[in-house]
């Protein structure tokens, strides 16, 4: 059977990690992408990891006459991994329209195009932030707990997404769909030759420590050290990126081969583990021997204190485990940060 997966946003940076996973997991992969915020670039990097290039289709989701064409052309599709989406926090504070058009629009679409192509089977890229944060006795957060008003537009899409999902669900009987709900993925690939690529100035804890110890930021700003956690700094769990990946490769396996036993699964991709913004700092200098210049700043707004995942479920019914030792992991980030640079 010939196992062509369709994945949106694939040259993004959690898609272009599960890409590869996929093709070496024996799937077929075709890419849909408007290169808005990745680069074409990436496509050789996975072909340098796989040794095979994916199809790639240049197009916007919401484009539903050039989303047709992709499902004409690709008559073999048997699963979508639908990552494409805006997702900056801030950004999305200050362009919601944007947030909401781009981020609802390109869903509905892929799911009605799904529905005329007799597609049956989509993984939903969520986000821990549907559960804002957790009242104490729900952390670690497991998928029980309840969502919680999102705190920004670009959380409210994917809580609305969410529904959508569960909607379309509800109207079309043999609609299969798996929401993965992640936690903070951080780190690159091990062959250091994809990674993430943020645009600008990052506003994600971990390139901003990389391209400060690379020298492109003169600090980093720990933002707040008065919360109520042991060292005062927020608690995050942080996930591989190449774990959190496998992930997606279990999810659609499981939908494949009929395993599921619900019609929407949603399961929480994290370690379990929450480490503070601190430990995180003392981490990297430990494994990068990089001294990193940081300063104690007031707190962001809109930050959550605490939040880790119980990630039980995922554990033991996609049979998937995060494990990599996060040493590794920060290692893996520094050398992309590396490399991105020519640093020796
Ligand atoms: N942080 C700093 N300095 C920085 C950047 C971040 O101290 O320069 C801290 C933040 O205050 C936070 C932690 O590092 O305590 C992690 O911050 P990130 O911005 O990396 O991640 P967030 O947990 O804030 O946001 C992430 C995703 C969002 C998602 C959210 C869900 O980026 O897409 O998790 O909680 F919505």
């Given amino acids: 059977m010939n196992k062509r997966i369709l994945v949106t946003g694939g040259t993004g940076y959690i898609g272009s990690h599960t890409v ?39 197009a916007d989701c919401c ?30 504070v200050e362009k919601p329209l944007h947030y909401y058009r781009n981020n609802m629009h390109s869903l509905t679409t892929v799911l009605e195009l799904m529905q005329e192509h007799e597609v049956h089977h989509i993984v939903f890229s969520s986000s821990c932030t549907v559960y804002g944060q957790p009242d104490p006795e729900h952390l670690p957060v497991d998928e029980t ?11 409210n899409t994917k809580q609305i997404n969410e529904d959508i999902i569960m909607d379309q669900a509800h109207a079309c009987a043999s609609l299969r769909a798996t929401i993965l709900r992640y936690f903070n993925p951080i780190g690159a690939h091990p062959s250091a030759l994809i990674g993430e690529l ?7 804890l971990l390139p901003f420590v990389t391209q400060t110890a690379a020298g492109l930021r003169d600090e980093l700003r720990v ?50 583990r929450g480490l503070s913004v601190l430990e995180i700092v003392r981490t990297f200098e430990e494994v990068t021997g990089q001294k990193l210049k940081y300063r104690i700043v007031g707190r962001r707004e809109g930050d959550i204190e605490q939040v880790w995942a119980d990630p039980t479920r995922a554990n033991t019914v996609l049979g998937w485990r995060a494990d990599t030792p996060i040493r590794d992991v920060l290692l893996s980030a520094w050398n992309w940060e590396k490399h991105l640079r020519n640093i020796k």
């Fill in 145 to 155: 707990a309840p969502r919680k008003k999102a705190l920004s537009p670009y959380g």
């Fill in 20 to 58: 590869v996973e996929l093709m070496q997991q024996g799937y077929e992969v075709v890419i849909v992408d408007n290169l808005s915020n990745s680069n074409i670039t990436v496509l050789d990097g996975i072909q340098a990891i796989v040794g095979r290039r994916p199809e790639f289709v240049n």
């Fill in 223 to 272: 933002f707040g050290d008065d919360y109520n956690t042991p060292d005062g700094s927020c608690i995050r769990d942080y996930i591989y990126v190449v774990d959190l990946a496998k992930a997606h490769v279990c999810a659609i396996e499981r939908m494949l081969s009929g395993k599921t036993q619900e019609q929407v699964e949603i399961f929480n991709l994290g370690t379990g």
């Fill in 198 to 204: 943020p645009n600008g100035v990052p506003n994600n």
């Fill in 63 to 92: 484009d539903y006459v050039a989303m047709d064409n992709v499902f004409r052309s690709y008559p073999d599709i048997k699963g979508v991994i639908h990552f494409a989406a805006a997702k900056a926090v801030g950004e999305s």
